[in-house]
């Protein structure tokens, strides 16, 4: 592996804050939507000047402690099927070992800038194919009567008895292990190469396994937590982990991902697909900008200094932006919700 290619950043007080805000935004999204908030974690690093590979392990590293916490409390609302997530749990492990191996590959052969690359590629094309169909569906339910309904693809997949058939009791679905172990494994190699699993884990096990947006944004973060122990020892070894960045962002997202977890007793499911699309598509966007500038450290393609320069100042202030929406749009959500449930809450305790 080519360690020399990767460098870790200098920290000052304007970095060290960045990293805190963006770690409780990313701790937020993650108790609210269940994806782990890497796919603003790693960006929010990268836009730093953090070498994607260690973006990608740093990020993992600091998963698991904050998951354990999220989904502990997760359960106490009774949101989180263990079941399910244990054994998307061992498929997913399984695709965590085979990314790494995939970024490994990658660093070794195009160096540090072919990894960033090869990260930002990713992020813009899954977040725009999963954001954009996840904000399609959002939308269609929210304009019908706000119940969640399971997906026809989950439907017919439950309807095939394929040996052996285990049924999910929290998440009131029985499926055949084996529809499981293709959206546990995308978890686990998106987790591992680009730090993003949950944004795959949670619309897969909607979709395809047929588990509501609560249960299955709530059982991502047992996923998030065995993938993250299992993927940040790997890192580790390879001396990719840089644990200043982890203690700084995992300060931020303990307190957001607690506060997230709350703001789903407040909110429709409708909601957490409406926040989950919004945060990708911009965060898309912001990773979109930033892919000339290493276009041209390659030499693939010819971008004059001052045009790199305001598109990676336009992918920093648009992550930025993605950061402040996702956060309004939470907690103004947890707030509308609120009222109506103290409302209920006063007219239970005057009765």
Not at 197 to 212: D, E, K, Q, T
Request: hydrophobic content about 55%; glycine content about 12%; proline content about 3%.
């Amino acid at each position: 592996m080519n360690l020399d290619a990767v460098q870790f950043i200098d920290l000052n007080v304007v970095n060290i804050s960045f990293l805190f805000f963006v770690g409780f935004i990313g701790g937020l999204v993650s108790g609210f939507i269940g994806s782990g908030g890497a796919f603003v974690l790693t960006p929010g690093m990268m836009s730093l000047g953090v070498p994607g590979t260690v973006a990608v392990a740093s990020n993992m590293c600091h998963k698991f402690p904050k998951a354990m916490i999220g989904a502990f409390k997760r359960y106490k609302y009774g949101q989180v099927d263990i079941k399910l997530g244990l054994y998307m749990a061992v498929s997913a492990g399984i695709g965590v070992q085979i990314g790494i191996k995939v970024q490994q590959l990658v660093l070794s052969k195009w160096g540090a800038v072919g990894s960033d690359l090869y990260v930002s590629l990713s992020f813009v094309a899954i977040l725009i194919i999963v954001g954009g169909y996840v904000f399609y569906d959002a939308l269609k339910s929210s304009s019908g009567d706000g119940q969640e309904k399971t997906s026809s693809l989950a439907k017919r997949l439950q309807a095939i008895h394929l040996p052996p058939m285990i049924h999910f009791k929290r998440a009131n679905l029985t499926i055949s292990l084996w529809f499981t172990v293709p959206v546990g494994l995308a978890t686990g190699m998106l987790a591992a190469t680009i730090a993003v699993g949950g944004f795959v884990g949670v619309p897969g096990m909607i979709y395809m396994i047929g588990a509501s947006s609560i249960i299955a944004s709530a059982t991502e973060l047992v996923i998030a937590f065995v993938m993250g122990l299992a993927g940040s020892i790997n890192w580790a070894m390879h001396g990719m982990v840089d644990i200043r960045l982890v203690l700084i962002i995992l300060g931020g997202s303990l307190f957001g991902v607690q506060l997230g977890a709350i703001g789903t007793t407040y909110v429709k499911e409708s909601m957490i697909k409406i926040v989950m699309s919004v945060l990708m598509l911009m965060v898309a966007a912001s990773r979109l900008f930033a892919i000339p500038k290493y276009l041209n450290k390659l030499d693939l393609l010819s971008f004059d200094a001052s045009t790199v320069l305001l598109l990676d100042r336009v992918s920093f202030v648009t992550m930025c932006l993605a950061l402040l929406t996702g956060a309004a749009i939470i907690l103004v959500s947890m707030w509308k919700g609120r009222k109506p449930a103290v409302s209920l809450e006063q007219s239970f305790g005057e009765a």
